[in-house]
Each structure stands twice: as structure tokens, then as C-alpha cells.
T-cell receptor
Framework: DQQVKQNSPSLSVQEGRISILNCDYT??????FLWYKKYPAEGPTFLIS?????DKNEDGRFTVFLNKSAKHLSLHIVPSQPGDSAVYFC?????????????FGQGTTLQVKP | DAGITQSPRHKVTETGTPVTLRCHQT?????MYWYRQDPGHGLRLIHY???????DKGEVSDGYSVSRSKTEDFLLTLESATSSQTSVYFC?????????????FGPGTRLTVL
């Protein structure tokens, strides 16, 4: 059973506009959430994270929002740039377990059109 | 960039043959992970290690074994490769506590089992 779900396989936005990528989870024990970006033929790279004690974390053009009651998080990219075109994975962990194990969503392919 | 290398980067093998993938890190990190990436599934954890000779199973460990005889190397072995193990394999590392830390990924190994 998929504990972390990204229900949109793909998203296309115009350069300069906002990109919103969504992620849902089912395990209420998850207390740490991360977003990764992946280009073809490369490993995923860390983008931004958020702890369950927060509902928002911002880093430059990237902001992650966490709604614990809805078990939902989203990544906002503003403004979107063509170089942001990649696959985005959300991931979750039970940070308190001390194993660092991550459960990933299926990924969303973002295309930013010039 | 975290110092993680994977070898080989590409491998084609036949069903029933043993295969070993190597992950090497220069960061002296305690935690190391092996994932596989498949379309529609995102990244799924195979095995992980929390220290030399200390390993544990992930979500999809059947058909795989691991070994870690020194801090810098984490080996993934397919004892008898099957076509269902055709995938891209990623190694990752994380910091001392394992929890509430981002993981850094290697470049990946593309394995094809004929």
C-alpha cells in the first residue's frame, strides 16, 4: 500500500508562473518530509524539507507547505524557470525512528515552457 | 556535492547470474541506503546500513543481500538476477543521526537483466 502518493504524474507551466506540486501521505507517524529533484541520468538532489512541527518552510523560490490534518504537503516554485524542468519526488520519514529511512512518492514530471 | 560513487554505472546481465553493485563514499557517514527506481513506483528502499556490519531490510528486499565491511563501502548483491530486477539502482548516504537529515544520492547504476 502506497504510504506516500503523488497523484499527478505530470505538470506543465509557463515560465515565470507558479508551479504547485502536491503530495499526500497516510502514515500519521511521519514527522519529517522532503522534496527531491531529479534530472535524467542523475541521482536525486535534495531541495527542501519540513518538520511536522512547522507548516511552512521557504528557501528562495521554493516553499513547502504542510497540512498535517489533511496529511498533505505541497511544493511551490515561484517563479518557475525552464531549468526547473525535472522529476520531483516527495518523501517522508519517521524521524524519531533514527533510521533515516525514506518513503518516496511516485514522482511528478514538471515541464516549464519558455 | 557529497562524495558518493557507484560502480558499475551500467550493466547488462543474464537471468540467473549473480551481480554485485558497489557504493563508495568519502564522507565517513554512518548511514547508507540502497534504492531502486521504477516507473510508477518512485524510489523504493531495498536495504540500509547503520554502521559497519549493521544492516536491515527495506520495503523490497527479497532477492537482494547487502554487506558493509568498512564505513566507505556498501555492496548490493543480486544472488541470481531476474528480469524483474531490471531497474536503476541508487545509493544514498546521510549524516550521523540518520534522522531529520536529508540523504545524498549517488549517480545511479542502470541494470538490465535479459
Amino acid at each position: 500500500d502506497q504510504q506516500v502518493k503523488q497523484n499527478s504524474p505530470s505538470l506543465s507551466v509557463q515560465e515565470g508562473r507558479i508551479s504547485i506540486l502536491n503530495c499526500d501521505y497516510t502514515n500519521s507517524m511521519f514527522d519529517y518530509f522532503l522534496w527531491y529533484k531529479k534530472y535524467p541520468a542523475e541521482g536525486p538532489t535534495f531541495l527542501i524539507s519540513i518538520s511536522s512541527i512547522k507548516d511552512k518552510n521557504e528557501d528562495g523560490r521554493f516553499t513547502v507547505f504542510l497540512n498535517k490534518s489533511a496529511k498533505h504537503l505541497s511544493l511551490h516554485i515561484v517563479p518557475s524557470q525552464p531549468g526547473d524542468s525535472a522529476v520531483y519526488f516527495c518523501a517522508a520519514s519517521e524521524g524519531s525512528s533514527n533510521t533515516g529511512k525514506l518513503i518516496f512518492g511516485q514522482g511528478t514530471t514538471l515541464q516549464v515552457k519558455p | 556535492d557529497a562524495g558518493i560513487t557507484q560502480s558499475p554505472r551500467h550493466k547488462v546481465t543474464e537471468t540467473g547470474t549473480p551481480v554485485t553493485l558497489r557504493c563508495h563514499q568519502t564522507e565517513n557517514h554512518r548511514y547508507m541506503y540502497w534504492y531502486r527506481q521504477d516507473p510508477g513506483h518512485g524510489l523504493r528502499l531495498i536495504h540500509y546500513s547503520y554502521g559497519v556490519k549493521d544492516t536491515d531490510k527495506g520495503e523490497v528486499s527479497d532477492g537482494y543481500s547487502v554487506s558493509r565491511s568498512k564505513t566507505e563501502d556498501f555492496l548490493l548483491t543480486l544472488e541470481s538476477a531476474t528480469s524483474s530486477q531490471t531497474s536503476v539502482y541508487f545509493c544514498a548516504i546521510t549524516g550521523t543521526s540518520g534522522s531529520y537529515n536529508e540523504q545524498f544520492f549517488g549517480p545511479g547504476t542502470r541494470l538490465t537483466v535479459l
